[in-house]
């Protein structure tokens, strides 16, 4: 596994070199882009191994143009693969789906389907806000695209659209996108409860805390299935600059009182919390403790490294690097195991671990694509 975890991580920090051939090859199979870059996180392309290891590798960043990795097709055995350091591993695609292609109108104004909803691995995200009514420093949310509320109607269908994609059907929901302001907060709880009623996969809401702390046992009353309450930033005076908008709006002790009600909600292993990490966010000292706070409470840390977009304030900030997401990864699976909670770094769905710091162990606690993401932990 450890020559496996560095060959991630060293393509998470690093980017690949696409061979021209591997990509004539994947526009010939797929019909279509290698990624759709709608997003820095997301912007690579999705390759997983033959032991299941998912990976989201950044290939038209400036810092991936000197990476020592290749992505190449290998004739001799039919199959995509990544040559490093000497050593070629086969890996298997997951393509932009074909979904992708389809419009949609709203209006007088005519969209593509991936304004309401875009796949990732197996995860369908929809995002019923356009645009954001926070300014993170590392989003591009509130930059790129005027604020605005999406019709529910197509919210809904490109569900069904995601789950029956002939190139990359989706087994499970995310609706996150842009926080909503205070004055769309009802109409995001509709948008909430209709999805959950009317998705035919099951339903993850990724959100910033309400000021009700019974909002976590709303959400799983209406059957949502697990919720993503991203702490982010452990630092509060990184934070106050980085996450302006919501350090303000609520203390880190009142982001943990939260969590806590939401794991009460949902149960352990239902419950996460990203982590935003590397030196241009805020020390790994400080990202570990966020951690140890997490898992504590049977909140599962997801180590998700930072990723530069070049449109936002931190857009010629470098990457997270090879050492610090060895460095975290392997301090976050000691403190979650001191923890006594029985959480793990996250995700636990396999395939959404494609842009984090988490690799399958075999046990339980992660969720192959073959398995069912709705079982609660004994």
């Known amino acids: 596994m450890?020559?496996?975890?560095d060959l991630k991580l060293y393509l998470l920090s690093h980017g690949i070199v696409i061979d021209a051939t591997a990509?004539?090859?994947?526009?010939?199979?797929?019909?279509g882009p290698m990624t759709l870059n709608e997003?820095?996180?997301?912007?690579?392309?999705?390759i997983y191994t033959e032991g299941g290891v998912y990976m989201n590798v950044p290939y038209i960043e400036a810092f991936a143009?000197?990476?020592?990795?290749?992505?190449?097709?290998?004739?001799?055995?039919?199959?995509?693969?990544?040559?490093?350091?000497g050593n070629t591993t086969l890996v298997s695609v997951v393509p932009v789906p074909r979904y992708h292609k389809q419009m949609y109108r709203d209006g007088e104004h005519e969209f593509p389907y991936?304004?309401?909803?875009?796949?990732?691995?197996?995860?369908c995200r929809i995002s019923p806000i356009e645009g954001c009514s926070c300014a993170c420093k590392f989003c591009d949310m509130p930059i790129d695209f005027k604020y605005r509320k999406k019709p529910l109607d197509e919210l809904v269908r490109v569900l069904h659209l995601a789950k029956d994609d002939a190139l990359a059907p989706a087994r499970h929901v995310l609706i996150s996108g842009g926080t909503p302001s205070s004055g769309d907060e009802v109409w995001i709880d509709d948008v909430y409860a209709r999805v959950a009623s009317e998705s035919p996969?099951?339903?993850?809401?990724?959100?910033?805390?309400?000021?009700?702390?019974?909002?976590?046992?709303?959400?799983?009353?209406?059957?949502?299935?697990?919720?993503?309450?991203?702490?982010?930033?452990?630092d509060w005076s990184r934070a106050r600059q980085i996450t302006p908008n919501k350090a303000r709006k609520f203390s880190r002790d009142f982001y943990f009182n939260y969590i806590e009600q939401a794991v009460k909600a949902f149960g352990v292993g239902f419950v996460q919390s990203l982590m935003v990490f590397g030196g241009a966010i805020e020390e790994a000292a400080s990202t570990l403790?966020?951690?140890e706070e997490l898992a504590r409470r049977g909140c599962i840390p997801v180590l998700s490294p930072f990723r530069p977009d070049p449109k936002t304030p931190l857009g010629k900030k470098p990457?997270?690097?090879?050492?610090?997401?060895?460095?975290?990864?392997?301090e976050a699976l000691e403190i979650c195991e001191r923890s006594g909670t029985g959480v793990k770094p996250g995700p636990r769905c396999i395939p959404c671990q494609h842009n984090t710091v988490a690799f399958p162990d075999g046990s339980p606690f992660y969720v192959p694509l073959t398995g069912d993401l709705t079982t609660r932990l004994i």
Request: glycine letters at 4%; proline letters at 5%; charged letters at 25%.
């Open 289 to 291: 403790s966020g951690i």
């Open 39 to 46: 997003y820095a996180s997301t912007s690579g392309i999705c």
């Open 2 to 5: 450890s020559t496996i975890v």
């Open 23 to 31: 990509e004539r090859v994947w526009r010939e199979l797929y019909d």
């Open 65 to 85: 143009r000197d990476s020592q990795a290749r992505f190449t097709f290998d004739d001799a055995v039919g199959s995509f693969a990544v040559e490093y350091v």
């Open 114 to 123: 991936t304004n309401l909803g875009v796949t990732h691995t197996d995860r």
């Open 319 to 330: 990457p997270a690097s090879f050492d610090e997401m060895r460095r975290v990864y392997f």
């Open 201 to 234: 996969m099951p339903v993850d809401v990724m959100m910033p805390p309400r000021k009700d702390m019974r909002y976590p046992a709303w959400l799983r009353s209406i059957g949502v299935n697990m919720v993503s309450i991203n702490l982010e930033v452990y």
